[in-house]
């Protein structure tokens, strides 16, 4: 079975930084790309970052330039570096797996999740 764990998150300033990661076990890194996704109060979960099976990563536009995702060498931990942290940065941040090579940032593509951890802007 595939588990993901993430950790990391925080209470941060407007402009501020944070890095999340996620643990993930249970499948093969060959067979599954990672992404990250977050939810706001009232608002519908969004793709955020995703890496597929061959590291090519992608990001959603409105984080494109302060976000970064990586997974370390030996592919077990996903990562998400968040710098220039704005308000609407704020909710709750869910890692998932896929089993697909490229990382699409549609939710419904993934049917692994994280139990998420929470991040908030002021």
């Known amino acids: 079975q595939v588990q993901l764990v993430e950790s990391g998150g925080g209470s941060v300033l407007t402009g501020g930084s944070l890095r999340l990661s996620c643990a993930a076990s249970?499948?093969?890194?060959?067979?599954?790309?990672l992404a990250w996704f977050r939810q706001a109060p009232g608002k519908a979960r969004e793709g955020v970052a995703g890496?597929?099976?061959?590291?090519?990563?992608t990001t959603t536009d409105s984080v494109k330039g302060r976000f970064t995702i990586s997974r370390d060498n030996a592919k077990t931990t996903l990562f998400l570096e968040m710098n220039s942290l704005k308000p609407e940065d704020t909710g709750q941040y869910y890692c998932?797996?896929?089993?697909?090579?490229?990382?699409?940032?549609?939710?419904?593509?993934?049917?692994?999740w994280g139990q998420g951890t929470q991040v908030t802007v002021s």
């Open positions: 890496i597929g099976t061959n590291g090519v990563a």
């Open positions: 998932a797996a896929s089993p697909s090579a490229r990382a699409r940032l549609d939710p419904a593509d993934y049917p692994y």
């Open positions: 249970g499948y093969h890194h060959s067979a599954y790309c």
